[in-house]
């Protein structure tokens, strides 16, 4: 944990409809997997959601009509934050595990992509963030290489339950070009690097630190709105564009 607060778009990830049966008690609601990003101009080029397997999750009421699905330790800070029903106090409708959510159809704000799914990843921090990480594998080397494990392996495919057609047909995605390493930024690095799969931290970290400040200095967004535009200048039109049509909020912590 930094001294500075940390500023995140929490990213509203629709649970589509019909609810699988495990989501009954929440019939009626609006639910949302909320993704924390620091990175709300690649929204364009996500392919999935991650949660982790084992983490425990709740369903949170946020106000009259709306449920995000998040740590508690999230729900809490999020309700001092003015983001829950009952001020300051979290209200939990049910709790879920990362299992029950793996599978779940979203449809995420700006996504290239109608329908994505909620997918394993084993690295997740429960002290970070919301537990949720959504998931964009053409700039985010954590996330090439745990979608990477998924097409590759279909025997970790196996053991979480993961149909294939929510990981197959899904594709990277350029979104953003940096001039040294092209238009999927973080598979370059994870090829260049000779990354095997998403538990080499110390060479993710190095991927994260060679793509994460070139990508915000010298990055190019090659679609949506704002394409031409320099990532700098675009990341906060996109975060405000997010906030204030309500497909996020702002979170600290
Ligand atoms: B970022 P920081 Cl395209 N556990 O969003 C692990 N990782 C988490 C997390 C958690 N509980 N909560 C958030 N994150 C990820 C996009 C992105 C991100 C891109 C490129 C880099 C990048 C799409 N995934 O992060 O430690 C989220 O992934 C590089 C660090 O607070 C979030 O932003 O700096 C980022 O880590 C926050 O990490």
Redesign the pocket.
């Known amino acids: 944990e930094g001294v500075l607060p940390?500023e995140?778009t929490l990213i509203k990830m629709e649970v589509l409809r019909p609810f699988p049966p495990k989501l009954g008690p929440l019939e009626g609601k609006n639910v949302f997997l909320a993704?924390?990003?620091?990175?709300p101009e690649?929204m364009y080029?996500q392919t999935n959601a991650w949660v982790l397997p084992d983490g425990e999750y709740g369903a949170y009421e946020i106000n009259e009509t709306d449920v995000f699905v998040i740590t508690g330790r999230a729900a809490l800070n999020l309700a001092y934050q003015n983001f829950s029903r009952i001020p300051q106090k979290p209200t939990c409708l049910m709790e879920l595990t990362g299992h029950d959510l793996i599978g779940l159809p979203l449809r995420s704000p700006l996504s290239c992509n109608e329908v994505i799914y909620a997918l394993p990843m084993l690295?997740?921090?429960?002290?970070?963030?919301?537990?949720?990480?959504?998931?964009?594998p053409?700039?985010?080397?954590?996330?090439y290489m745990a979608l990477h494990d998924l097409k590759a392996k279909p025997a970790f495919r196996a053991k979480y339950g993961v149909k294939d057609e929510w990981v197959m047909p899904f594709e990277i995605l350029p979104i953003i070009n940096i001039p040294e390493f092209g238009d999927k930024a973080?598979e370059k690095v994870c090829i260049d690097l000779k990354i095997k799969s998403q538990n080499e931290k110390e060479k993710l970290a190095e991927a994260?630190r060679l793509?994460?400040l070139r990508?915000f200095t010298e990055g190019t967004m090659l679609v949506g709105e704002y394409a031409g535009m320099k990532v700098q200048e675009a990341k906060p039109l996109l975060r405000t564009q997010l906030i204030e049509t309500g497909q996020g909020i702002m979170y600290s912590e």
Not at 35 to 39: E, K
């Open positions: 940390q995140y993704a924390a990003t620091l990175r690649t080029g690295t997740i921090l429960t002290d970070k963030g919301t537990g949720i990480v959504t998931s964009v053409s700039d985010a080397p954590d996330d973080a994260k793509t994460y990508g």
